[in-house]
């Protein structure tokens, strides 16, 4: 099976409990990493390509380049509670269970070319979201046995140098996804999805630099609806079923204002607010050829997510012509309001703490280490919701390692 319609609930499913609110992975980049994403006005060096592409007209005149390689560590979530059973008469069932625990290794790439008169070309290539949830106990695989995605950005940008104190920048995404779902109930269904899609957006920056020591930056990445249409296969009610369908799910915009002062030569201090439009996803609605299945599995499901705010605060000292430091803290919202929380997506409010370091054998090359590490409080949902579930979800974790190259031709 090649496709799937259901797959694509998991863009908002997966990486919740680990980097970002909902599904995003912002860092993607040794200095994203170690600075908590604080890393815009700042962003100085191949990864501006993605993070800033204005930027790129403040960089020296060579080709820069950045290879690197992402470790991600998601400990097992937690639940203790109930659970609405699916089937009337409703039963309420008491559960305290697990996911399993989650490793990945994501690489990146970013390149950034040499002058073109008043023009720059980057190119990036990363992951934006995706990871994996899989709950090994029912009631969980009524609904979220397994949701994996893996996502794929590639985003080619450009920036003009409008003045000498002001530069512009922009780019088109093309994002490549692919994923597996499946829930069961073992005696009314069982469902198994697998499936891609490619999408495209667009993204834009602007860099104003008042002196060499202040900048002042403000980028934004569009929406991207996500048009699926696929294949789901499995059994309902003991008869099999492939069917085609279709669904829209919309990856928000995003807008980063980013504010970055170097004092005395040394040390550069960043401040970024990021507002999310999460408010684009209000409802997830599958629509099958066959009116059986339609009917059974299709029905809207209510989210109303709203929209979020994260502050990002990153220091980057230098020791010496060899050696810098990074540090950084985020305070990170969850869009998922209480009455919709499911197992699909425990997520929470977060907080994210980072640190980093850049080695500089020589002019040229550079070596990068970052480790990140986010805490998410427990999430109480203390009524039955509206997906049937009341309790306590813990241990919302995760921990990133990045390493990676750079290199100056």
Do not use: C
Not at 112 to 136: C, D, I, M, N, Y
Not at 345 to 350: A, H, T
């Amino acid at each position: 099976m090649k496709k799937s319609v259901f797959i694509y609930m998991s863009i908002f499913a997966l990486a919740g409990t680990s980097l970002g609110a909902a599904y995003k992975i912002p860092e993607q980049s040794t200095r994203s990493t170690a600075l908590s994403g604080a890393y815009v006005a700042g962003a100085n060096s191949a990864d501006a390509s993605y993070f800033n592409p204005a930027n790129m007209s403040w960089l020296n005149t060579t080709l820069n380049i950045e290879v690197g390689l992402k470790y991600i560590f998601l400990p097992p979530v937690k639940f203790k509670g109930l659970a609405l059973d699916p089937i009337p008469p409703h039963d309420p069932i008491l559960s305290q269970a697990q996911t399993k625990t989650e490793e990945f290794y994501i690489p990146y790439f970013h390149y950034v070319s040499p002058e073109v008169g008043r023009f720059r070309f980057g190119l990036s290539l990363t992951t934006p979201a995706g990871l994996s949830k899989k709950w090994q106990t029912f009631p969980q695989k009524f609904t979220a046995e397994e949701f994996t995605l893996k996502v794929a950005e590639l985003n080619p940008t450009v920036a003009m140098k409008l003045t000498s104190k002001l530069s512009i920048g922009a780019g088109v995404r093309f994002i490549y996804s692919k994923g597996i779902a499946k829930y069961q109930y073992p005696t009314a269904y069982k469902v198994y999805m697998e499936g891609d899609t490619f999408e495209y957006g667009y993204n834009f920056a602007i860099s104003y630099k008042p002196d060499k020591d202040f900048t002042l930056a403000a980028t934004y990445r569009s929406k991207v609806n996500l048009d699926i249409e696929g294949d789901a296969e499995g059994h309902l009610r003991g008869t099999p079923f492939m069917v085609t369908g279709k669904v829209q799910i919309p990856i928000p915009s995003t807008l980063d204002l980013g504010i970055a002062y170097v004092y005395k030569k040394k040390t550069r201090f960043e401040f970024v607010f990021e507002k999310t439009f999460w408010s684009a996803y209000n409802k997830l609605d599958f629509d099958f050829d066959n009116n059986i299945l339609e009917n059974a599995l299709g029905q809207p499901r209510k989210r109303d997510w709203e929209d979020t705010n994260t502050l990002r605060f990153g220091i980057t000292h230098s020791l010496s012509d060899k050696l810098d430091v990074m540090f950084g803290y985020a305070i990170d919202e969850s869009p998922i309001p209480e009455l919709t929380l499911g197992f699909e997506l425990p997520d929470s409010f977060g907080k994210i703490y980072s640190f980093g370091l850049l080695v500089h054998p020589n002019n040229n090359l550079e070596l990068g280490f970052a480790f990140l590490y986010v805490k998410k409080d427990d999430r109480y949902i203390d009524y039955i919701n509206l997906n049937g579930i009341k309790g306590k979800f813990s241990n919302l974790k995760a921990k990133l390692l990045n390493i990676s190259l750079g290199y100056k031709f």
